[in-house]
């Protein structure tokens, strides 16, 4: 794997489909296999699938009758050490983790799920609206006690 020089980048504009979360696996799946980063794959598939899934849910226009599609995107970049997944939509609800006691509620785990899987994420605001939010997987194998990798 090359990782020295100039961060790769792949990128995905995905379509209000109803399959957000589907297509952006598949991207990532592919991009992670040319960059030869199956190791990362388990991981980067449940961040890329929160990411997208909490998008395509809050930045849904206001009046969906306007006929105006929102707009996500998914951004995949490749530096020397780290996998950072990128998703930016056009909502101004900005990212929160809300706490529950119910283990078994449906909402509101994703950003808890990033943070437990990524080694750091955060978000920006977007011109003129919007925002972006990010997560960074370590690129490299962790050593275990007994001098092996771990997948």
């Known amino acids: 794997m090359r990782t020295h020089g100039a961060p790769r980048t792949?990128?995905?504009?995905?379509?209000?489909?109803?399959?957000?979360?589907?297509q952006a696996r598949a991207f990532t799946n592919r991009t992670l296999t040319v960059w030869q980063l199956g190791h990362c794959r388990d991981d980067a598939l449940s961040?890329?699938?929160?990411?997208?899934?909490?998008?395509?849910?809050h930045a849904r226009p206001a009046n969906p009758a306007d006929g105006a599609e929102p707009e996500v995107w998914l951004k995949l970049t490749l530096r020397p050490h780290h996998l950072v997944c990128a998703v930016t939509d056009q909502g101004s609800a900005l990212p929160?983790?809300?706490?529950?006691?119910?283990?078994?509620?449906?909402?509101?785990?994703?950003?808890?799920?990033?943070?437990?899987?990524?080694?750091?994420?955060?978000?920006?605001r977007s011109a003129p609206t919007g925002k972006t939010v990010w997560a960074m997987l370590p690129t490299r194998r962790s050593a275990r006690t007994d001098g092996t990798a771990t997948p």
Do not use: F, K, Y
């Not at 961040?47 to 849910?57: R, T």
């Not at 929160?96 to 990524?118: F, K, M, N, V, W």
């Open 96 to 124: 929160a983790c809300p706490r529950t006691t119910d283990q078994l509620h449906e909402h509101g785990r994703g950003l808890h799920i990033i943070d437990a899987l990524s080694q750091h994420w955060g978000w920006t």
């Open 10 to 22: 792949a990128a995905l504009r995905l379509p209000d489909t109803g399959h957000e979360c589907a």
């Open 47 to 57: 961040i890329v699938s929160e990411l997208v899934a909490n998008a395509v849910v």
